[in-house]
C-alpha cells in the first residue's frame, strides 16, 4: 500500500506561483503513475495532471497547461506540481493519488493524500 502526504499550499496572489509536494511512502510507491486533482468548495475532484512511473510521459488539463509542470524524483520518493500564473479559479484543495494507470480519472487511483489547499486571490 502506498501513503501519500501533499504540501506547499497556501495564499497567493493572482499571477503569483506556489510548488505543491507529494511524499510518498511504501516499497513500491515508485511504480504507480502518480496525479494531481483537485476540489473546489462544493464541486466535483478533477483531474490537474499525471505522470507516469518513469516521470517520461506527461498528461496536463488543458486548464492548467502551460502553466504548471508535474514532476517527480524517484529517488526521493516524491512528485512535485509547480504551478505558475495562478488565477483565482484554481483556488481548491489540491490531492495527490497513486495509481497502476496514466489516468484523469479519480476512481483509478488507489491512494490519496489528504490534501493541501491553494486560494489564489484577486
Known amino acids: 500500500q502506498v501513503q501519500l502526504a501533499e504540501s506547499g499550499g497556501g495564499l497567493v496572489q493572482a499571477g503569483g506561483s506556489l510548488r505543491l509536494s507529494c511524499a510518498a511512502s511504501?516499497?513500491?510507491?515508485?511504480?504507480?503513475?502518480m496525479g494531481w486533482f483537485r476540489q473546489a468548495p462544493g464541486k466535483e475532484r478533477t483531474f490537474v495532471a499525471a505522470?507516469?512511473?518513469?516521470?517520461?510521459?506527461?498528461y496536463y488539463a488543458n486548464s492548467v497547461k502551460g502553466r504548471f509542470t508535474i514532476s517527480r524524483d524517484n529517488a526521493k520518493n516524491a512528485v512535485y506540481l509547480q504551478m505558475n500564473s495562478l488565477k483565482p479559479e484554481d483556488t481548491a484543495v489540491y490531492y495527490c493519488?497513486?495509481?497502476?494507470?496514466?489516468?484523469?480519472?479519480?476512481?483509478?487511483?488507489?491512494?490519496w493524500g489528504q490534501g493541501t489547499q491553494v486560494t489564489v486571490s484577486s
Open positions: 493519488g497513486a495509481s497502476r494507470f496514466n489516468s484523469e480519472i479519480p476512481a483509478e487511483y488507489i491512494a
Open positions: 511504501g516499497r513500491t510507491s515508485s511504480m504507480y503513475g
Open positions: 505522470i507516469n512511473w518513469s516521470g517520461g510521459s506527461t
